[in-house]
């Protein structure tokens, strides 16, 4: 049995998930297996992928269903009691699994943890700014304010899905976001304050690129979180707080363009879940 399975989705990357998975294969810690969930390509990828085929195990979906159910496949497909995931249009640098694994023999309590990241913006290194700077252990309340994990500098143990559940399919971005409220709500994410991940972005395939108003789907995450009945009344309250916030940016924001009666029902949605919450 590997120690950690790396799950690789990819749609139309046949040259970037060859980059990715050779980030791996270069990895100073051998004790891995490779998943790369082809979600429906229609470009070269197969082809690309064919050199790699003894090394890595590859699935295919015939139809696109996105990378919530292509992460999911992985999930059910792994066979260690570590999962990594690896977004194709990302790297890692050579020692990302060994120190990760390191720091979880060190501290066997673990079970999410992440490291910092190298920032590539249109082929240009950038800096993050102070509020996407990562907190570490408990970071509930700082994670319902922005997405602070990165799917591809974490490792996550198996049984942890288990308990707070799979990505949640129905979500056509901010999927991650949904997961972490989900861990950081019960468990701790450490951070290792270390760049071991090259994440690219700016590039048209992106899902945040794709999608306008992300944050209906941070408000529908938090909303859901809610109604789970799962939080403190210390997270609850936090919860609300950020939901309300949430709410009346994006609610101000549609009535500014004209949509007013979808800006009606995010600014009354906070109060309407109030009430409800204390029949």
């Known amino acids: 049995m590997p120690r950690v399975s790396v799950i690789i989705p990819t749609f139309n990357r046949s040259k970037k998930v060859v980059r990715a998975i050779e980030s791996v294969l270069t990895q100073s810690l051998k004790d891995f297996e490779i998943i790369v969930v082809d979600d429906g390509s229609v470009d070269n990828t197969a082809k690309a992928l064919s050199k790699y085929m003894s090394l890595i195990k590859y699935i295919r979906q015939p139809v696109n ?19 990594a995931f690896l977004d194709s249009d990302d790297y890692w640098l050579k020692e ?18 992440q490291t910092e990241e190298i920032w590539i913006r249109n082929g ?47 979500f056509p971005a901010a999927e991650d976001y949904d997961l972490w409220l989900r861990i950081s709500c019960r468990y701790p994410i450490y ?11 700016g590039h048209a395939d992106q899902l945040s690129q794709r999608f306008s108003g992300m944050d209906r789907f941070r408000i529908r ?43 009606d029902l995010y600014l009354s949605l906070p109060e309407r879940l109030d009430s409800n919450s204390m029949q």
């Open 65 to 83: 269903k996105g990378v919530s159910a292509a992460r999911n496949i992985g999930i059910k497909s792994a066979t260690s009691p570590w999962i």
């Open 96 to 113: 990302k699994l060994y120190v990760q694994m390191e720091f979880i023999n060190k501290n066997p309590d673990t079970v999410a943890c």
């Open 124 to 170: 240009r290194r950038v800096n993050p700014k102070n509020k996407h700077k990562k907190p570490s252990e408990n970071i509930f309340k700082e994670s319902l304010k922005l997405c602070l994990v990165s799917p591809s500098s974490v490792i996550l143990k198996e049984s942890l899905f288990k308990d707070v559940g799979l990505f949640d399919e129905t």
């Open 191 to 201: 951070l290792i304050d270390k760049g071991l991940v090259v994440k690219e972005g």
């Open 221 to 263: 995450a938090i909303v859901k979180l809610i109604k789970s009945g799962i939080l403190s009344s210390d997270q609850k309250r936090a919860a609300m707080e950020e939901l309300s916030i949430k709410c009346r940016i994006y609610g101000e924001g549609c009535i500014k363009r004209g949509k007013m009666e979808e800006g």
